[in-house]
């Protein structure tokens, strides 16, 4: 699977998933209804998929320009930290004006989200991948790295 097909199911995908975990998230650890939670999370969801749309687009750019085929350990470390890092920027504030918690608590939300979402991102992609094989991008290098 590849190209947008790829990219519709990749997102769907992880974003249902992550719709529902932060949802029980957020609920247990500031003690509002799922109701009030739930909402944050599609909306932070939509932020997202937007976000993670326009930015594998530029890393799959980049990629298929620089890399030397395959995404090694490292190349897949970069990856998911410079999303979960446009993520933070983006979704601090509607941390704090959805679930009417002062700044710095959205920020302290965000960055308990963001450890959570740096190791999910990580498993997600390597299991996506591993399931759906790797995008064009990807797939230079005789020996390329799942």
Same mark, same amino acid.
């Given at each position: 699977?590849?190209?947008? $097909?790829?990219?519709?199911? +990749? &997102?769907?995908l +992880?974003?249902g998933i992550?719709i529902?975990l932060?949802t029980?998230f957020?609920?247990?650890?500031? /003690?509002q209804?799922?109701?009030?939670?739930?909402?944050?999370a599609?909306?932070?969801? &939509?932020?997202?998929?937007?976000?993670?749309?326009v +930015?594998?687009?530029?890393?799959?750019?980049?990629e298929?320009?620089?890399?030397?085929?395959?995404?090694?350990?490292?190349l897949?470390?970069? /990856?998911?930290?410079?999303?979960?890092?446009?993520m933070?920027?983006?979704l601090? $504030?509607l941390?704090? !004006?959805g %679930?009417?918690?002062?700044a710095?608590?959205? %920020?302290g939300?965000? &960055?308990?989200?963001?450890t !959570? !979402?740096?190791?999910?991102?990580?498993? !997600?992609?390597l299991?996506?991948?591993?399931?759906f094989g790797? $995008?064009?991008?990807a797939?230079r290098? $005789?020996?390329?790295?799942?």
């Amino acid at each position: 699977m590849q190209g947008i $097909p790829r990219k519709i199911v +990749y &997102l769907s995908l +992880y974003e249902g998933i992550a719709i529902a975990l932060s949802t029980v998230f957020l609920s247990l650890v500031t /003690h509002q209804e799922t109701s009030t939670t739930g909402v944050v999370a599609v909306c932070a969801s &939509l932020v997202a998929l937007a976000w993670n749309f326009v +930015y594998n687009c530029l890393f799959e750019a980049w990629e298929a320009r620089y890399s030397k085929g395959g995404r090694g350990f490292w190349l897949r470390v970069a /990856h998911t930290c410079g999303f979960e890092g446009g993520m933070l920027l983006l979704l601090a $504030p509607l941390m704090a !004006f959805g %679930l009417q918690v002062s700044a710095a608590q959205a %920020l302290g939300l965000q &960055l308990g989200m963001l450890t !959570f !979402f740096l190791l999910y991102s990580f498993v !997600f992609t390597l299991g996506f991948d591993r399931v759906f094989g790797l $995008p064009a991008s990807a797939l230079r290098s $005789p020996d390329v790295q799942v």
